[in-house]
Every structure is written in structure tokens, then in C-alpha cells.
């Protein structure tokens, strides 16, 4: 992990850009830092210089609470290298979708089991290289709409001590099993006109997961329009569970 | 309105009953009153004293947040007079539940219909006579597992600025015409696993109410086992809606 540029922002977070190997990252921290912070991996569908807005505003709340957070390019987005069955499957998906057709599960399980597949490992390296650095510590918490990516990671990186989900829809029945074997504390943020979502789908999601500490919370609006109060519960949660 | 005793709680909070003609009620106030405060209307199913325990625990942490807390007997509940065709509805009900039947739409009408008609009224008399007092101010907001009864408070009475429901069952099919005229502020509290309750109705409640800010939120457990973190949550809705 080397990092390529740095900056402060206008609330004195420091933003580096890193590389790991060939895979692109940022990691932010609080401006100021005494001993070293507990880390949030901020998940997102791919595509860091679209999400960056949202990201880096996830991130400046995430310091000001006394966080790091981080994050990494998914498989295939952004300039990383294209796998030709991930836009087969992503052309099919945007077709089935265009003609109103229900999506089906053989195109999901396309879609996203192999990018869950590249894109755990790849975390767990990210975290190995921001652990290792001196203003970092732990705990370490999960938040992100890859619900899938953050499910496998609740699953198999015991360093994931706590883990804010967004649910979406999208999810291969295959999840499901897994989200059975989740045992960390869970806030998962629900919306409830989410065009893009299966409501339903995301209330099973949340019936599934092994955790004894799980809340579902959800909001009125689309799928960016998560309401203040339901991002500050969040960051809450975060912060009883990461201290 | 007046009141027939009174008692200073641990926490110096002043726990007042009272009567409103024939309803017994009890009203807290905070140790130390310098301002009217707001006054949350705690609801239940009926049972003062059954729910005393749970009621005072509500009302110290309202007080805790500076506002005023009261709740009045529920018709037929307690010393007031049975009323023999809701005696007869609760045990049609009762007798159904044991035998596992589903709960026919028709007895949860004979049993909640009459109860919200003449618990409402009683209600408003009681705000009548709760903000004549010179201590209590306003706004004033709703608490309470009795859904029925608050949504109908929440539609026709305009002095309730928000409410926090506690998603139960047996609410009459009428009930959601009236949540869909449901405009204030709403935090809806559901238990994902209340042996009582049917999820699905609850789910289906939360979707239909008409208020443009809503929220609902799903902690693990039964009935009464509300987490910590949900009710410092509640607590929070009405510290940002009733100041």
C-alpha cells in the first residue's frame, strides 16, 4: 500500500489517495489525532469518482466522530480492468430492468457472487495495510449498500467488529445462507421508497442475519435521500460500538 | 381536573394522580421547572396499575429530557366500569388466541372500534385540563403501544405535534383509512420477534400512514423488550420535535 497524493480538507480531514497494488483507494483521517482511531470501510456499489461526493461526506462525518475511514475501488469499476461475464451480466441485469421484467436470480448470482468473491480479499488486504499504520487502531466497522460485500465480510474478517448496511436489492439467495452466520451488531438502514429495491427482499435480509443486535431502520425517500436523522443514528451506532 | 395525591420519585421527579370526573391519571413533571415544559401523552393498553412499572420508567426518562409526562385509565380498565360488549370481545378474542385461530377482523372491531371512540374523547379532556396547568406548555406528543388510539389522536386532534407507536396488532382494518390522514412527525417502534404481533400488519401500518416524515424502527426481542438504544432513539424524536 503506497499512497500517491494527499490533501486537507476544509474541516482539516486529511485525504490520501492510495494504491494497493493496482487497486485505487482513499483513506481519510481526523485532523487531528492523538492516539491512534478506529477505522470505518466505507462499502459502495463501485465507481469511486461518482460515488466521491457521498463517500467523502460519509467520511468527514465518520472523522468528526473520531474515525477513520476508508475505501476501494470495487472489481471492474472505475479504471480497474473490466471482466467481460461481469458486463455480460451487468448488460442483462440493465436489460431485464428496461423492459420491466422481474430480475432474475440467475443474473444477480452472475452479477454479484463473483464480484463478492474478488472484492473480500481485497478488502481484507486494504485492511491489513491500514491497520499497519500508526494513527489507525481499531476496532474496525463495516458501512455500506455492497450489502453482499459487507455480508462476507461480517462472515469471514472477525477484525469487522460492528457493521452499518444499507439494504438494496440484488442480493443472491446465496447471501441469505451467509447473512444466518453474521454475529456482529447490525444497523441497517432501510428506504423506504427506494425505487431500485425490494422492499420485501430487504425485510427478509434483515430476518436473516444471526445477530443477537440488530435494529432495521426505515426512512420515507429514495435510495440517496436518507434522511439526517437516520445517518446521525447510524454514526451513533458506530460510535457505541467502535470506542 | 384535580389532583388526589402526590409523591417526589427518587430522582426528584413529582408524580402527581389525579382524577378527571370518574378516570383516574397520573401526571409527572420534572424535579426542577423553571419554564412550561412539553407534555408526551404515555398510552397503554389499559392496566394503570399492571403498567405502573413500565409507565413511571417512560415518564422518568421524559422528565429526564425536561418535559412532562401523563396518562389516564383506559375505559373499562382498572376500577372503571367493564362495559359487557367489550368484555365479551376480549373473550371472544382470548378464546380464538388459545386456539390458535386466526384472529377474525371482525373481533378485533367489536373489541378496538369502541375502545378508540370513547378512549379519545377521554384523552383530549384530559390535555384540556393538563395544559390549563401553569406548568405544562406545549407541543405535545404521543407515546403508546394503544396505536389505534393514537392514530386517531394524531388525526383529529390538532394540539399533538408528533408521535412515537409502538407497533402492535389487533388494529381494525378502519384504522388504516385514519393512518393514511396521519400528517405529524412519526417514530415507529416495532419488536421483530413480539409473539404477539403480526409483522406483516405492522409493516403494512407503518406504509400506509400519510406523514411525510416517518420512521421505523425494528429491534430484535418480544414485547416488553425494547433495547436501551431504541428508546433513547424514541427519546431523541420527541427532544428534536417538541422543543
New interface residues.
Given amino acids: 500500500m503506497r499512497f500517491t497524493s494527499e490533501q486537507r480538507l476544509d474541516d482539516g480531514v486529511l485525504e490520501r489517495e492510495f494504491a494497493l497494488g493496482e487497486i485505487p483507494g482513499i483513506l481519510w483521517t481526523p485532523g487531528s489525532v492523538s492516539a491512534p482511531v478506529p477505522l470505518i470501510l466505507l462499502g459502495h456499489p463501485g465507481g469511486l469518482r461518482k460515488m466521491y461526493p457521498r463517500l467523502v461526506a460519509r467520511a468527514q462525518r465518520s472523522a468528526a466522530d473520531g474515525f477513520a475511514a476508508a475505501t476501494v475501488e470495487g472489481p471492474g469499476s472505475g479504471d480497474r480492468p473490466r471482466s467481460a461475464a461481469a458486463e455480460q451480466a451487468r448488460a442483462d441485469l440493465r436489460r431485464a430492468l428496461a423492459a420491466g421484467a422481474p430480475v432474475n436470480g440467475e443474473i444477480v448470482d452472475r452479477l454479484i457472487l463473483p464480484l463478492v468473491e474478488k472484492a473480500v480479499p481485497e478488502w481484507q488486504a486494504a485492511l491489513d495495510g491500514l491497520l499497519s499504520l500508526p494513527e489507525i487502531g481499531g476496532p474496525v466497522g463495516y458501512s455500506g449498500g455492497a450489502i453482499s460485500i459487507g455480508i462476507r465480510l461480517a462472515v469471514v474478517e472477525p477484525r469487522i467488529s460492528a457493521a452499518v448496511l444499507f439494504a438494496g436489492s440484488f442480493v443472491p439467495r446465496a447471501m441469505f445462507e451467509e447473512a444466518r452466520q453474521v454475529t456482529i451488531p447490525l444497523h441497517v438502514l432501510l428506504q423506504?421508497d427506494d425505487e431500485g429495491n425490494d422492499r420485501q427482499l430487504a425485510?427478509d435480509l434483515?430476518?436473516a442475519f444471526g445477530s443477537?443486535?440488530?435494529?432495521?431502520?426505515?426512512?420515507?425517500g429514495g435510495h440517496t435521500g436518507v434522511?439526517q436523522?437516520?445517518g446521525d443514528?447510524a454514526a451513533?451506532?458506530f460510535a457505541?460500538h467502535l470506542k
Fill in positions: 423506504w425485510l434483515f430476518d443477537k443486535e440488530k435494529s432495521l431502520h426505515a426512512s420515507l434522511p436523522f437516520a443514528a451513533r451506532f457505541q
